[in-house]
């Protein structure tokens, strides 16, 4: 199976496009030739892929997966409501045309009549045991996404004592991880259909996280504390505080984390694709 995988930029495209797609031994590109097209046997758009190529696909007649993560223009679109969403989300599924759209969670899945694919772990991280004290807590991502979240965990970090980490080079280096989203960066659909690529990457390194209620976190239901106010930070650093708490998370990431790694996550998406190819033989 001849697999064409096409999208651009930094962050969901380099995990759920270049990582997917050499794990699938697709061909990878941004910028693809219409030669690209007809050797394909299936395409693969990523994000606004979509709308920039889908006319270019239909053109070679070729089975079209729209995978849709991440296609509103961000920040700008974060503040739309959930039927504004609903209705962006349709008018570009109406405008891409494809014969598969896969969500981010399932709960996007269910709103494109598409299916759902879980965002894989990064590459070597693998679940380790719970130390015996809290020194650091960790934040993968970019700070300004934080927003008031942000100097609430710096604050009480340093009130225990603790170090507060951004993007360290090792997630393990982590004690209990946080995840938050605030202001522009945050809104109905990040809370609805965001990856939740930070609690995928929490379950695989075996830790805790204290994150905002959201679809991912009800789909994926990592340990840690699901907390809607920075005034809640406290009593979840102080629950997982505790030694015997971290370890359970570690011993369920242990069973959990597999599920969860790119070779398994790209042998799901080869067999929808298969699926796609075979309906349109």
Not at 107 to 132: E, F, I, N
Not at 217 to 244: K, N, Q, T
Not at 252 to 281: D, F, G, H, N, W
Request: hydrophobic share 45%.
């Amino acid at each position: 199976m001849k697999i064409l995988f096409v999208g651009n930029g930094n962050g969901s495209w380099k995990i759920r496009g270049e990582q997917l797609g050499a794990a699938l031994g697709a061909r990878v590109t941004s910028v693809p030739r219409a030669a690209d097209f007809v050797w394909a046997d299936v395409v693969v758009l990523v994000k606004h892929a979509g709308a920039a190529f889908a006319e270019a696909v239909h053109r070679a007649r070729k089975p079209l997966v729209w995978d849709a993560l991440d296609f509103w223009r961000q920040p700008e679109e974060n503040g739309l409501d959930e039927s504004q969403a609903r209705a962006l989300l349709q008018k570009q599924i109406a405008t891409i045309r494809p014969s598969l759209t896969i969500g981010a969670t399932e709960a996007m899945a269910a709103a494109c009549g598409g299916v759902y694919l879980p965002h894989h772990s990064w590459q070597g991280l693998s679940p380790t045991p719970a130390r015996d004290v809290v020194t650091t807590v960790v934040y993968e991502g970019k700070r300004k996404h934080l927003g008031r979240w942000g100097k609430a965990v710096q604050s009480e970090c340093a009130r225990r004592g603790w170090a507060f980490v951004i993007n360290p080079p090792d997630l393990r280096v982590a004690d209990i991880i946080v995840a938050f989203r605030d202001g522009p960066w945050d809104g109905w659909m990040c809370q609805q259909w965001k990856s939740g690529v930070k609690l995928v990457n929490a379950i695989a390194a075996g830790r805790p996280v204290a994150t905002q209620p959201s679809a991912a976190a009800s789909e994926l239901y990592p340990d840690g504390s699901f907390i809607e106010s920075p005034e809640d930070l406290s009593a979840a650093f102080d629950l997982w505080a505790s030694r015997s708490y971290r370890q359970a998370c570690f011993e369920r990431a242990v069973a959990l984390a597999p599920s969860l790694t790119l070779e398994s996550v790209a042998a799901k998406y080869r067999q929808l694709l298969a699926a796609q190819l075979e309906r349109a033989a």
